[in-house]
């Protein structure tokens, strides 16, 4: 039986602070004229920050689930709430938290603080599906397995 783990507002505080992590240097390619990074770009920082998540805490390549097994990993939802801009050569700290674990979907939260200070928090929702159909297909086990302990490593 497949679980639908969702996490509680009181556990957050000590969530993040357990969370894997990452720092993500901002470059001028991130940048505005003004040296402010642009909303958007965020975005794609942030699917960077999921990527190596994947790799380097779950352990699931990335690219092998996209490439060779033909598992799309989109985002149905994704917003963000940010509270002080990110500068160029800013070095923002990345942390992310599991929310919820459904059949074939994860909603998480990524936090991106520099030097301790919050800049955004962002709330993705992404799904798996086939590559082939082009439809929604439940979470493959492996991936279920290491979300699953990720997630119980943050209570």
């Known amino acids: 039986m497949m679980s639908d783990i969702r996490s509680s507002e009181a556990t957050l505080p000590t969530a993040v602070n357990r969370a894997w992590r990452t720092t993500v240097p901002v470059r001028f390619s991130h940048c505005d004229p003004a040296g402010i990074v642009y909303f958007a770009r965020y975005f794609d920082i942030l699917n960077g920050v999921v990527e190596d998540w994947f790799c380097e805490c779950l352990g699931i390549d990335y690219h092998d689930m996209i490439g060779p097994r033909r598992t799309g990993l989109g985002f ?77 490593n943050l209570q």
């Open 76 to 152: 149905v939802s994704a917003g963000a709430e940010f509270t002080k801009p990110g500068f160029m050569g800013d070095h923002l700290d990345c942390a992310i938290v599991i929310e919820r674990i459904g059949r074939s979907s994860l909603t998480f939260h990524i936090h991106a603080t520099r030097a301790e200070e919050p800049i955004l928090v962002a709330r993705m929702v992404m799904v798996t599906t086939s590559l082939e159909t082009h439809r929604s297909i439940p979470l493959p086990d492996d991936l279920r397995a290491a979300l699953e302990r990720y997630w119980e």
